[in-house]
């Protein structure tokens, strides 16, 4: 049972309800965690792989516009930020030349291990983020939006989130979303927010990505227990092979 | 510079040097650890997982002659069978099926929340392995080797592990091995030892798997940091799109 969605695209039925969304997706993980044991070291790295994988499929090395496989990666202080980061290492070991924009660390020693990693790799970090978005487009064929995520009102209408915002919207390059585009009202989407060309869904779509109009929507939950899917209704598409992600 | 070397197959050059086997093996692992702050969770998911891959593109589930596809993980007590159980789960949401055995669980909190995954997405595990060869030959497409790997020494004429090797010593369907085969020795490799069909080294080729003449060999050790590749002159293969795993 697959219905078609407004976009034109499909996507697995049930989604996550209208405004248990962050719930849901709280008890997902809650369960992942104190259930399973599976360990926030461990997701994080899953699920930033699972999105470098996204990123190759949506920009294959030879079709990248600009000569260097640049991809800017802009992550926020919290877990979607941190995935950025993994997915920031990914993207370097897949041969593009990801730079990673990250204003605001995070002081939790997991977070700045997964920085460490980054910076020890050579992974340039930018110590500002262009206001002339024009800068940005020259410099690179992508942006990877790992700012907010599910963890919206935290931080949206903070610095330095709120100016990030502010430059995605007028970019004209490629936004790759994780999970939930920053900004994102998670009812309403995306209205007057930022468009992104590639969203991500971690484990499941969340309820705003109906309003998704972007090219390719990925799903990242290969990893996800049966009973997890059952549990929840994630309803999941069906993974090739072995790859850890799909598009709907 | 790729030379090719007694079993037919080819290698790359230099591998890790004779006598230094574990010394180098380690010395990387604490540099990953200490110097880029990986995490244990992190390196035994990646490696567990480039595991589980490498068991499908060796037997890939049309190919399987059992009517299950079936697949035995032996793990040991010590990082190897960490990494065994890591690759079970994913094996698990490759469509396998995956019994693990695991007789003697380390009572790191690590391990025992790779084991509750595992219990949790309901993976039988054996109580105990029958000695009867002919019933593993029967039960499954292949057994997985994640018994002792670099840790030899540790615990090879140790029960239950002596009797482990005595028993995968006999029986007549395939082994993957992770690393270095249970009970090799480092140097001379597996005379009078058990004779993998499959070996996956993890990061980089030690010198024993020169006496590997099994059918594949993959190495895991895309996402290695560039430094450490060069620092440690692995000479790493090429990695074709974004797999974790590549056959020599």
Chains 1, 2 share one sequence.
């Not at 940005?136 to 330095?160: F, K, S, T």
């Not at 590639?198 to 484990?203: D, I, N, Q, Y």
């Not at 990925?218 to 993974?239: I, S």
Request: net charge negative.
């Amino acid at each position: 049972m697959i219905p078609a969605h407004g976009g034109g695209w499909q996507v697995p039925s049930p989604w996550l309800g209208l405004s248990e969304i962050k719930a849901e997706a709280e008890a997902i993980e809650k369960e992942l965690l104190e259930d399973y044991r599976f360990g926030r070291q461990q997701l994080i790295e899953i699920w930033g792989h699972a999105c470098a994988v996204a990123v190759t499929k949506a920009f294959p090395l030879p079709s990248l516009p600009r000569k260097q496989p640049t991809v800017l990666v802009v992550c926020g202080p919290a877990q979607n930020g941190a995935i950025g980061l993994v997915c920031a290492r990914h993207l370097r070991s897949f041969d593009y030349e990801p730079t990673i924009f990250y204003p605001k660390r995070s002081p939790d020693p997991l977070y700045r291990d997964f920085t460490t990693q980054c910076e020890k790799m050579d992974i340039p970090f930018l110590s500002y983020l262009p206001t002339e978005v024009q800068l940005i487009n020259d410099a690179y064929n992508a942006v990877v939006d790992a700012v907010l995520g599910a963890e919206a009102e935290v931080g949206e209408g903070r610095e330095p989130c709120a100016a990030i915002l502010a430059t995605l919207k007028h970019i004209r390059i490629p936004i790759v979303s994780l999970d939930v585009p920053s900004g994102w009202d998670a009812e309403s989407g995306g209205s007057g927010g930022i468009s992104p060309d590639v969203l991500v869904s971690l484990a499941a779509p969340k309820e705003c990505a109906r309003r998704f109009l972007g090219r390719r929507h990925f799903v990242a939950g290969r990893f996800l227990p049966y009973d997890v899917q059952k549990k929840f209704e994630l309803n999941p598409p069906e993974y090739p092979g072995t790859e850890c992600v799909v598009a709907l």
